[in-house]
């Protein structure tokens, strides 16, 4: 089967499961006493939850909130198309997976990171020495993640096909444990798994983001939430509170970082670093933030990756770009 067909064939698939699991959950969205529910998906070792919670965000709300743990970006977009998650926070790929899939999904905030938590790492003894070693080998990756399209960056800029690399269709779990049997040559990351392989691992960083991809991450919902006008005003509620736990966690790095290590059960170093190497900050929705997602979009394309050219216009709104503007830091402070 060909790799441009196999791709359309997941996606059909994938269309078909979560439509299924959205015909189960579409009443979803208050609970008995009719107060409104906001179903939010936080993934394994992003925190979010924490994150809030430690920046005294999730105080004095005046809806629910039902967290469900996801295990990287895509299966929260899947739970967003299928009506059982209102909102998740994912990088700058997920995003293009599901717009091709056709999943009803939308981007209504933004964010930018430092790229040298997303890395490409190897073992530290590793024949690998430069991305053209990358040829012929086995590279475990998650597949639609941010770090998808950094190894197809790597790739390209460096002379080599996607398909020259045998990729392994990992999540974060089980390509640490394929890296550390063996079983894998390297692995396209993010943090804290980046940070987690170096300092635990002794895995060495063979490249990271910089000058291959962007920092962009998004908040994304459903048209269905947005359509509803309780759970709308809950979303931007609940937006502009993880704008502002946001600021906080980038003003108080070991703050937040020891909370952090507490809450996951991360080593404290590890957590460390991770945090400097992922510093965020939040921006609106303009037109390069666009532009650099629809590059992504036509470079996955342009490879077969995904069955079809992606206008990813379509699927942002800058509704909120006004929660965004007041999370920006203020001189002085």
Same mark, same amino acid.
């Given at each position: ?63 629910? /909130?039902?967290? @469900? ?19 998740? /926070?994912?990088?700058?790929? *997920?995003?293009?997976? +599901? ?35 990358? =040829?012929? =080998?086995? /590279? ?12 197809? @960056? ?12 045998? *990729? ?30 170096? $300092? ?22 459903? =048209? ?21 736990? /946001? ?10 970082? +020891? ?45 077969? $990756?995904?069955?079809? =050219? ?12 006004? $929660? ?10």
């Amino acid at each position: 089967m060909s790799g441009r067909r196999g791709a359309a064939l997941a996606l059909v698939a994938l269309g078909a499961l979560v439509a299924a699991l959205g015909g189960c959950s579409s009443g979803a969205g208050s609970d008995e006493n009719g107060q409104v529910v906001l179903r939010v998906g936080d993934q394994k070792g992003a925190s979010l939850q924490d994150m809030l919670a430690a920046a005294g965000q999730l105080d004095g709300l005046t809806y629910k /909130v039902k967290w @469900s743990l996801f295990t990287s970006g895509p299966p929260i977009l899947e739970g967003i198309n299928a009506g059982s998650v209102d909102f998740g /926070v994912v990088g700058n790929t *997920p995003p293009v997976f +599901a717009a091709a899939s056709g999943a009803r999904i939308v981007l209504v905030g933004a964010t930018t990171s430092r790229l040298t938590g997303q890395a490409i790492v190897v073992p530290k003894d590793s024949p690998v020495r430069t991305p053209a070693d990358l =040829k012929g =080998k086995k /590279v475990a990756v998650a597949k639609g993640s941010s770090a998808n399209y950094h190894l197809l @960056s790597v790739l390209t800029k460096n002379g080599l096909k996607f398909g020259d690399v045998q *990729p392994q269709y990992l999540q974060p779990a089980d390509a640490l444990t394929a890296l550390t049997g063996g079983r894998v040559d390297a692995w396209a990351t993010w943090e804290p798994y980046t940070a987690q392989a170096e $300092l635990q691992n002794g895995a060495r960083i063979l490249a990271d983001g910089t000058g291959y991809t962007n920092g962009y991450g998004f908040q994304v919902t459903s =048209k269905d939430t947005l359509k509803n006008k309780a759970r709308s005003a809950a979303l931007k509620d609940f937006l502009s509170r993880y704008q502002r736990a /946001v600021r906080w966690s980038s003003s108080h790095p070991e703050q937040w970082a +020891a909370i952090w290590a507490k809450q996951t059960r991360l080593a404290g170093p590890v957590a460390e670093r991770a945090v400097r190497r992922r510093l965020t900050t939040v921006i609106p929705i303009d037109d390069s933030v666009i532009a650099a997602e629809q590059q992504i979009a036509d470079s996955f394309a342009g490879v077969g $990756l995904v069955p079809r =050219k992606v206008a990813i216009a379509g699927f942002f709104d800058r509704r909120f770009n006004d $929660l965004a503007v007041a999370a920006r830091p203020q001189q002085g402070k």
